[in-house]
């Protein structure tokens, strides 16, 4: 098992295609999403990350970036309808992915197989943060408070739970870099770690594999 992981800086991703480029990529319910966005910098940035997102998936499925489809898979009910995106491409081979973006940055990680989802979270290391919002983070509240809450919001995503929920418990048990969590709502084994980030940014990734190997690289074009 491996995870790649890119930083993507959101305004490279937007200076990459022109807007119907990146348009033409999209798929009628990712078209839909960038029409209910009431704010044009939010459409903006979604047409970008998505491009990139879908090129890099693309990339790793040997097709184009148009080609790539989702499906939907939900931890809590196997509904197909909704839950997290689990992306395909037309000879069946199926990978698990994750996105996160935070200010001037997003983050995707792309994992080998869908048995084994990821979760990746970036969060922007902000001096006035507001903890008692965060029930997650608890203790030192500075940039490892970030760390914190990116490990906690890792986790649910590679879990497909949500943080409404209790936040998840670390067990105590570290298999290399991975700290192995217990998620409320999920009977699985999950396994954490903080991955490198940009200057003034936290991130980490989450998995269920213990012994995954993790490539961090930004995103170029
Ligand atoms: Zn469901």
């Known amino acids: 098992m491996s995870i790649r992981i890119w930083t993507v800086p959101t305004a490279d991703a937007a200076a990459w295609a022109p ?13 839909q999403r960038l029409d209910r966005f009431g704010r044009a910098t939010d459409r903006l940035r979604y047409l970008a990350v998505h491009h990139v997102y879908r090129s890099l998936l693309g990339r790793e499925l040997g097709i184009h970036p148009a080609e790539v489809a989702f499906r939907r898979s939900c931890a809590r009910c196997e509904s197909p309808e909704h839950g997290r995106p689990v992306p395909y491409g037309p000879d069946g081979t199926t990978l698990s992915v994750s996105l996160s973006h935070s200010a001037a940055y997003a983050v995707v990680a792309i994992g080998d197989s869908p048995d084994v989802p990821v979760g ?39 879990a497909g739970t949500g943080l409404e929920a209790d936040p998840p418990r670390y067990t105590g048990h570290a298999f290399g870099p991975w700290r192995a969590a217990l998620v409320p709502g999920s009977a699985r084994d999950w396994y954490v770690r903080s991955i490198r980030s940009p200057e003034g940014y936290a991130a980490s990734v989450a998995s269920a594999s213990a012994d995954a190997t993790v490539t961090v690289a930004q995103w170029r074009p």
């Open 19 to 31: 807007y119907e480029e990146a348009y033409a990529v999209m798929d009628s319910r990712e078209r």
């Open 120 to 158: 990746v979270d970036i969060e922007r290391v902000r001096p006035h943060m507001d903890w008692s919002r965060i029930p997650c983070v608890q203790g030192v509240r500075t940039t490892h408070g970030f760390e914190q809450w990116t490990r906690a919001e890792a986790l649910v995503k590679a």
